[in-house]
């Protein structure tokens, strides 16, 4: 005689039990004398199923796809991480893919190493993982800088010393304020264009040494200095600056070279530069060539995420 | 929860604010005559902040949200004026000066405007050296100094570690003498120790770009920051890196760092004399264990020639008069 409760919906979600009675408690088998034990209850579930078919804290975005997709269930988010998990959203959502978000700004400063999903439908739960790992850093003050350009300044002039990369010297008139700027920032871009920066090589680790035709500039903050025109301006971690890309951090900073960020408000950057100045919870977003690089911006700490 | 036990709660939540509140009237009767009731709401937190922690470090001021046009607020030690800034925006190819506003507090009128030639993005924080002088530091790498009652910015510094003397009158601070971005090879990274003048006006011209701060180099060799020729250490441990803050003693005589230098830790010991112009600098070098690395604090021992050294591992303390170096128990 067989029961049986409960109901599966073709394509759907549920649980059945099937019972049956049965004369024989243990089937034998002979060959190896084993008897196995006859269960005389069997329940089918067919659970909602949740992927997580990927994400991207750059984009905003979570991507989840939920089946069957004829139904509707109480859909919750998360994020896990070590040190507890941050329920991201939760609300009723219809089966098929959906879209959710990191609300970044309201995250607290922990590291979270997974995207957890749970759907809940006629009481039974499925879950969906996705790895995925970022450590929030906490509101960091989010400022701008540029490479100096001589064309934004204006005043007395300084016949400074010019070296080529092939330590060919000469010298060239710049204008002092521009030149005080590069002993500064370490590079800048001339009246002409032409990419300059601080020389440290010639003369020193090969090369012919500076003639007194090529005068250093020196000013009390930096000491004196010599350029190097043309140059391949190359940011802390030997790369070039890069416009919505490039980051500096401070001496201080928990991130280095090559470390990938993504600020609220601003969008994804890299650390590939540093900053002298710059506050361990700040950093410095580089924005281009001349003072109207940053004419638009505005300091503000944005929450900052560092991703793996 | 039962009914009881919840107005119990109830109860005890009541009179804690109650007791809250009470508290925060009797500090505002002891906060100076002001106008406004915005500014007298942020003086009281900021002379709480000044009593509180009269030897507050540069980097924990705070800014005070009870008027956003008013930043980085805050009074004298004797509470008799108060000094913010306005909003200012960095950016731009005229920006407007970072401009200090100073209030007499007995009046609540505003005495002065103090524009502040300004190479930093931002304001880290706003301390009173003494009744009338005022020390902004921006970033981590600018100090400027204004006299309220002179209504002028008198100094303006680059560098880091910015440590200025109990009695006021000095301050020191490291430099590298690098730019502040960029590819810096390996063989420049070294650091000096510069002292700085806080009693004579120094600035002559706000704007001259240059900032003359006229500080000397006083480690490891006294020069005079225009005449400074940077050095490349082919020998990387020729260089000298400065591991710590720089800390004075209380009597302002001598000024404690640790640097690694010859691949060797050690705690440095500057007692500079200022004589007009000239510099001289009796010095004093005690070798450090170097897995005291990752120095966390360094302190003198109040009256005294000791010095703890601290890193997350241990706590040393070094006696100047015998150049021995003990741990320290754990407890004390």
């Known amino acids: 005689m067989a029961r049986y409760d409960g109901a599966i919906v073709c394509n759907g979600v549920g649980s059945a039990t099937i019972s049956a009675e049965t004369y024989q408690r243990y089937f034998r088998d002979y060959a190896c004398s084993q008897p196995y034990p006859l269960t005389a209850r069997s329940t089918l579930t067919n659970s909602p199923k949740v ?34 998990s941050v329920k991201l959203a939760f609300r009723n959502q219809a089966g098929g893919d959906t879209r959710e978000y990191f609300y970044t700004r309201n995250l607290p400063t922990q590291e979270f190493t997974k995207i957890r999903v749970t759907w809940r439908v006629n009481n039974i739960t499925g879950t969906g993982t996705l ?41 060239r008139d710049f204008i002092s304020g521009f030149l005080f700027e590069v002993s500064e920032n370490g590079s800048g871009v001339d009246i002409g264009g ?61 991130l280095g070279c090559n470390d990938a960020v993504f600020v609220d ?26 003072e109207a690089a940053c004419n638009t911006w505005g300091n503000s700490f944005k929450k900052t995420v560092k991703l793996f | 929860m039962s009914r009881n036990y919840r107005l119990l709660l109830q109860a005890m939540i009541v009179i804690a604010a109650s007791s809250l509140a009470f508290a925060t009237i009797r500090k505002a009767r002891h906060a100076p005559p002001i106008v406004s009731t915005a500014e007298r709401a942020a003086t009281v937190i900021a002379s709480e902040l000044e009593t509180n922690n009269p030897k507050i470090a540069l980097n924990q001021a705070r800014q005070v949200p009870a008027d956003m046009g008013k930043q980085h607020l805050t009074s004298s030690p004797d509470q008799r004026y108060t000094v913010y800034h306005l909003p200012f925006n960095p950016y731009g190819t005229s920006p407007k000066p970072l401009t200090f506003i100073a ?58 570690n910015f440590a200025i003397s109990p009695n006021g009158s000095q301050v020191v601070y490291t430099h590298d003498f690098n730019p502040n971005y960029g590819y810096i090879s390996p063989e420049f990274k070294s650091d000096y120790v510069l002292l700085g003048s806080l009693k004579q006006p120094e600035l002559t011209n706000i704007n001259d770009r240059n900032d003359h701060s006229d500080s000397k180099v006083i480690y490891p060799e006294i020069i005079s920051p225009n005449k400074f020729e940077q050095k490349a250490f082919k020998n990387l441990a020729d260089r000298h890196q400065i591991k710590s803050t720089l800390a004075w003693s209380e009597d302002s005589q001598r000024i404690a760092f640790v640097e690694t230098h010859q691949e060797k830790l050690w705690l440095v010991v500057l007692q500079p004399k200022v004589q007009g112009e000239d510099v001289t600098i009796d010095s004093q070098k005690v070798e450090l264990d170097s897995s005291t690395d990752n120095i966390s604090s360094l302190s003198w021992v109040s009256n005294s020639d000791q010095i703890k050294v601290s890193n997350d ?20």
């Open chain 2, 313 to 332: 591992l241990t706590t040393l303390l070094v006696d100047l008069n015998t150049g021995t170096v003990q741990p320290v128990p754990s407890d004390q």
């Open chain 1, 194 to 254: 032409t990419p300059i920066q601080l020389e440290g090589f010639c003369g020193i680790n090969g090369g012919t040494s500076p003639p007194a035709t090529s005068p250093a500039y020196c000013s009390e903050r930096y000491g004196c200095k010599r350029f190097r025109r043309p140059a391949n301006i190359l940011t802390e971690c030997a790369v070039p600056p890069q416009v919505d890309r490039t980051l500096a951090r401070g001496p201080q900073s928990v």
């Open chain 1, 51 to 84: 992927r997580v078919t990927s994400a991207s804290i750059c984009e905003d975005r979570i991507s989840i796809n939920l089946s069957p997709a004829n139904v509707t269930g109480y859909l919750e988010v998360f994020l896990d991480g070590p040190n507890g």
């Open chain 2, 103 to 160: 209030v007499d507090n007995r009046t609540g009128e505003p005495i002065r405007s103090i524009p502040i030639n300004w190479r930093a993005r931002t304001v880290s924080s706003v301390i009173w050296i003494d009744g009338r002088t005022v020390a902004v530091l921006g970033e981590a790498g600018y100090l400027a100094v204004f006299d309220v009652e002179m209504g002028e910015q008198t100094h303006n510094f680059g560098g880091r």
């Open chain 1, 265 to 290: 408000g601003i969008g994804c950057r890299v650390v590939e530069d540093g900053g002298s100045r710059v506050r361990a919870n700040q950093l410095d977003n580089y924005k281009g060539v001349g």
């Open chain 1, 131 to 171: 790895d995925y790992r970022m450590k929030v850093l906490g509101d960091y003050e989010q400022s701008c800088y540029n490479t100096p350009s001589e064309g934004d300044f204006s005043g007395a002039t300084f016949r400074a010393g010019t070296a080529t990369s092939a330590c060919v010297w000469s010298a």
